[in-house]
């Protein structure tokens, strides 16, 4: 079945870049998603990626697809404390369902 | 648009007790979905409705009921709680078509004693 896996936890000064890595298993996913969720919140689509593209540039947001090696990775430019929350990342199944991982839950200290 | 919301905010059951927690959203969205998150296992899908009267069940259905009779509104029935059910619930709803901007709601923290 449909799997996607993240590491759970990540910190980082601020200033720095952070990379949240995810490895996803159904090869048919049109899209992958990543989705933030902050303290106390649901959770909010951040950016997504088609999946006959290898990257996606949105002002400090990078993402990175590797359909080989299914691997997917979100890069945050600059990171700030603002950005601490947890990052979901997604794909969706050919029945339209989104499968989320775990999260990673970025902490980014001063 | 008050986007999707949910009562009540949080929720203390005993044991065996019923409740439902009420979902609604005023963007017209056919699609709405239930999960329930956990520390360490992510969203997992409860139930999910593709349009007013057709609902199916999604990845951990037991224990759970949902109906649609309203575009609008889309609770999620507990008919008799268990421990092992004490979650923070999210409602969500989204258009049809690709890509899926899934709209979350604040969701519901629900503690069963």
């Known amino acids: 079945g449909e799997d996607v896996e993240q590491s759970l936890f990540l910190s980082v000064r601020e200033g720095d870049s952070s990379v949240i890595n995810c490895t996803y298993t159904?090869?048919?996913?049109?899209?992958l998603y990543w989705y933030k969720q902050e303290p106390g919140a649901g959770l909010q689509l951040l950016t997504y990626?088609?999946?006959?593209?290898d990257m996606k540039q949105d002002q400090r947001l990078t993402v990175l697809l590797n359909k080989k090696d299914k691997h997917l990775s979100l890069r945050i430019a600059d990171t700030q404390t603002g950005d601490s929350a947890i990052y979901f990342c997604?794909?969706?199944?050919?029945?339209?369902?989104?499968?989320f991982g775990q999260g990673t839950e970025l902490s980014v200290k001063p | 648009n008050a986007g999707v919301t949910q009562t009540p905010k949080f929720q203390v059951l005993k044991t065996g007790q019923s409740m439902t927690l009420q979902c609604a959203q005023d963007m017209n969205h056919e699609y709405m979905s239930w999960y329930r998150q956990d520390p360490g296992m992510g969203l997992r899908l409860i139930h999910y409705s593709v349009g007013a009267g057709i609902t199916d069940q999604g990845e951990v259905p037991n224990g759970y009921n949902v109906s649609r009779s309203t575009t609008e509104d889309f609770p999620l029935r507990l008919l008799s709680a268990a421990p092992s059910q004490t979650s923070v619930y999210f409602c969500?709803?989204?258009?049809?078509?690709?890509?899926?901007?899934?709209?979350f709601g604040p969701g519901t923290r629900l503690t069963v004693t």
């Open positions: 990626i088609f999946s006959n593209m």
């Open positions: 159904d090869s048919s996913s049109t899209y």
């Open positions: 997604a794909e969706s199944n050919e029945g339209g369902k989104l499968i």
């Open positions: 969500a709803s989204r258009r049809p078509g690709t890509p899926y901007e899934q709209y």
